[in-house]
């Protein structure tokens, strides 16, 4: 029973040395381009060697870090070439989707939809923004899966921690501009609901000033 006991625990804890460090990679806790040692990790997560070892394998495969026998643990900053790459992936896919579902929501969606942009409202009123961060790539998620199509919201979906960290960076620069992104969310939703063309034109200005603002 012990034996089983461990081996279930195992990649529980693998798991959980993952999500903390993503998630201060992501916040930016461990800042872009500094350098930590399994040491630090091991005193600031409390865990042992082992599962921070597999965390990181993950976290430098998806491109988070770089494990050097030299230098130790880099934390991968994002590139401008990298942030723009993935902003204008994202107008191509995302214009797209909303061409497929502009006039064609379904209550139940709509449902969703207005859901979502309360709760970000919510998030705005609180200046949230972790929260408004998730909100936000929540709203664009909502589009791709009624869209329909599975491969343009499997593609979205293995960027979103990517769009989570550049989120982030976007909001911590000034947090007021969540306002401007809700109020655009809300217009994109309404000529959405109606079917009005202007839709395209909406998310595509969303993304391209979101691309420009993190780029001034």
């Given at each position: 029973?012990e034996?089983k006991t461990r081996?279930?625990a195992?990649?529980l804890?693998?798991?959980?040395?993952?999500?903390?460090?993503?998630?201060?990679?992501?916040?930016?806790?461990?800042?872009?381009?500094?350098?930590?040692?399994?040491r630090?990790?091991?005193?600031v997560?409390?865990?042992?060697k082992?599962?921070?070892?597999?965390?990181?394998?993950?976290l430098?495969t998806?491109?988070f870090?770089?494990?050097?026998?030299k230098q130790g643990?880099?934390?991968n900053?994002?590139?401008?070439?990298q942030?723009?790459?993935?902003?204008?992936?994202r107008?191509?896919?995302?214009?797209?989707?909303c061409?497929q579902?502009?006039?064609?929501?379904t209550?139940?969606?709509?449902r969703l939809?207005?859901?979502?942009l309360?709760?970000t409202?919510?998030k705005?009123?609180?200046l949230?923004?972790?929260?408004?961060?998730?909100e936000?790539?929540?709203f664009h998620?909502l589009?791709?899966?009624f869209?329909?199509?599975r491969?343009?919201?499997?593609?979205?979906?293995?960027?979103?921690?990517?769009?989570?960290?550049?989120?982030l960076?976007?909001?911590?620069?000034?947090p007021?501009?969540m306002?401007t992104?809700?109020q655009?969310h809300?217009?994109?939703?309404?000529?959405?609901k109606?079917?009005d063309?202007?839709?395209?034109e909406l998310?595509?200005?969303?993304?391209?000033?979101?691309?420009q603002?993190?780029l001034?």
């Amino acid at each position: 029973m012990e034996t089983k006991t461990r081996t279930a625990a195992a990649p529980l804890l693998k798991d959980v040395a993952y999500q903390q460090i993503k998630e201060r990679i992501l916040d930016e806790s461990f800042a872009p381009g500094s350098f930590l040692s399994e040491r630090e990790l091991i005193e600031v997560l409390q865990m042992s060697k082992t599962p921070i070892k597999s965390a990181l394998v993950r976290l430098e495969t998806e491109g988070f870090v770089t494990v050097s026998s030299k230098q130790g643990i880099i934390i991968n900053p994002l590139s401008i070439d990298q942030i723009i790459d993935i902003y204008n992936l994202r107008i191509a896919l995302e214009t797209y989707n909303c061409n497929q579902i502009s006039g064609k929501l379904t209550e139940e969606q709509c449902r969703l939809l207005e859901k979502n942009l309360s709760d970000t409202a919510t998030k705005c009123e609180h200046l949230d923004i972790k929260g408004f961060t998730s909100e936000d790539h929540a709203f664009h998620l909502l589009l791709c899966e009624f869209s329909g199509n599975r491969e343009i919201y499997r593609v979205l979906l293995n960027y979103q921690d990517h769009l989570h960290r550049i989120t982030l960076r976007h909001l911590k620069k000034d947090p007021h501009r969540m306002h401007t992104f809700y109020q655009e969310h809300v217009e994109i939703y309404e000529s959405l609901k109606s079917g009005d063309q202007r839709a395209v034109e909406l998310i595509t200005d969303h993304l391209q000033t979101s691309k420009q603002k993190l780029l001034d």
